[in-house]
Every structure is written in structure tokens, then in C-alpha cells.
């Protein structure tokens, strides 16, 4: 059984697990589909072709599955939202749908989205991410599997945040965060590994050990993606780790967000 508000409105056609909570003005349309044990607080709204998880925790204000704010959107199209198991999305937090027919926003497992943050359309959110308050993703952004965005920071459509990448706040994230690396500045550039958020995700000295090198070798080096993948390749065949950095390099579209080569004398 569900615990379902009297001032809730659910829509004829929409799907809910047992066990869900719907607090007060609360809003689910037709074609919403929502597993087990979701607790919605007031004024909580989720629309479209969205589906939802099990056991998900949505904060008031929360918007959900609404269209796309792209202006090429088609609003006879049908585009859709997946939303994962076990999530926690904050007060005033948007998801908006997908903006090409067929395609879909996703969210995965475990993830934190803080109050007022935003995931544009045709965005992928690996599991475990954390987005803090009032950051911004605009179209096609990818965040893989534990990576951190800190607060009020704005990512370009099409960038991509490696796994166990961490973005410092106020930043403007323009071009790919390598995987296991932290960022930071406007705009946001590579400048460290995340050693100590590595650390704690359970990662050991002779990983992180490899991991920094191939930052060395990649970011600080001055060799060319190539000329980086045949070093790394030879130093390190059978790192997982050091694969993910470099395949992720290559399939960069945007570019990686490089530190800027000082001036001599500088």
C-alpha cells in the first residue's frame, strides 16, 4: 500500500510501486512509471515519460521529466527520463527530458542532487554523482560513475566529467575532465589527481601511483595524445585505470580541459 495525500493529483495511466509516500500538492502525469518505496514530499512534480526507481528520496519543488528547454525541441515528439534507484534529489532540482525523438536523460543509482541544480536534456549521469546546489548541465553533458560537481558551477553542452573526477565550485566547465583528476577555475582546467577522494573510494597506493603518472604523462608532459597513449600503453599494460584515462583522451570531443602553458619567465 501507499501512503498517497488527498491533495495529490496522479493521473489516470500512471504506474506506482507499493510502499511510495506522495505528500501534500503533489503531481504525477499519465505516463510516469515509479517503483517502490519512493518518498515524495509537497509539491513534488513529475511529468512526461519518466521512470523512477525504487526507493528514491525527491525534496519539495523538485520538477521531474518535463520537456526539453531546447529550442529545436518538437513538442510532438516523445523523448523520455530515467531516473535511478536510491537517489536523493534536493528542493527546487529540474530533470528535464530528452530533446531528440526517441532519446533519453538519465540519472543512474545512488546519486545526490543538491538543491536548485539542474540536468539538461539528453544528459547521462553515471551512479554515485554528486551535483551541489545551484550547478548547471546544460545539453548532452555526460557525469561518469562518482564524479563530484561542487557548487554553483555551469557545464557547457557536451563536456564530459571523468569517473572520480571532482570540479571545484564557481567553475565554468568548458572542455572533458579526465577521469580520477580534480578541476578547478573559470575556466575550469585539470590540475591535480583526486588523491584523497580516490583514497576513500577504496583505491590503493600502487593505483593511485599509476594514476599519477599518466596525469604527469598526459597533462603535464607536453606529449600529444598519441604520443601519451604509446608511453602509457607500454608503462602500464594492464591497468584498468590508466586505460580509462586514456581511452577516455581519445574519444575527447571537446577537447581536455588543459592547463594553459605558461609564458617563459613566468
Not at 509539491?43 to 521512470?51: A, L, S
Not at 529545436?72 to 527530458?97: L, M, P, Q
Not at 607500454?234 to 581511452?247: G, K
Request: negative net charge; contains cysteine.
Amino acid at each position: 500500500m501507499s501512503n498517497i495525500h488527498a491533495t495529490a493529483i496522479i493521473e489516470p495511466g500512471a504506474e506506482m510501486g507499493p510502499g511510495c509516500v506522495i505528500g501534500p500538492y503533489s503531481y504525477i502525469g499519465a505516463h510516469v512509471k515509479m517503483g517502490a518505496n519512493n518518498i515524495l514530499h509537497s509539491n513534488v512534480v513529475i511529468d512526461g515519460h519518466t521512470t523512477l526507481g525504487d526507493d528514491n528520496e525527491i525534496f519539495p519543488f523538485a520538477v521531474l521529466g518535463k520537456i526539453s528547454q531546447d529550442l529545436k525541441f518538437d513538442k510532438s515528439w516523445i523523448t523520455y527520463s530515467v531516473i535511478g534507484s536510491h537517489n536523493v534529489i534536493r528542493e527546487y532540482v529540474t530533470v528535464n527530458a530528452a530533446s531528440i525523438e526517441g532519446e533519453t536523460t538519465r540519472v543512474g543509482d545512488h546519486c545526490l542532487l543538491l538543491s536548485y541544480s539542474h540536468i539538461a536534456h539528453d544528459c547521462i549521469l553515471g551512479d554515485h554523482v554528486i551535483v551541489s546546489c545551484d550547478s548547471k548541465l546544460a545539453g548532452h553533458v555526460t557525469m561518469e560513475d562518482h564524479a563530484i560537481l561542487n557548487a554553483k558551477s555551469g557545464v557547457v553542452q557536451f563536456v564530459r566529467i571523468g569517473k572520480h573526477a571532482f570540479v571545484g565550485g564557481f567553475n565554468k566547465v568548458a572542455k572533458d575532465i579526465l577521469p580520477f583528476c580534480i578541476a578547478d577555475g573559470s575556466p575550469s582546467v585539470i590540475r591535480a589527481v583526486n588523491k584523497i577522494g580516490l583514497e576513500r573510494s577504496g583505491f590503493g597506493p600502487e593505483q593511485i601511483s599509476q594514476i599519477t603518472d599518466a596525469y604527469k604523462v598526459i597533462i603535464r608532459s607536453g606529449k600529444t595524445a598519441q604520443e601519451a597513449v604509446t608511453i602509457l600503453e607500454e608503462r602500464y599494460p594492464d591497468s584498468p585505470e590508466v586505460r580509462e584515462m586514456t581511452q577516455f583522451m581519445q574519444s575527447s570531443k571537446t577537447g581536455l580541459a588543459r592547463p594553459r602553458k605558461r609564458a617563459a619567465g613566468t
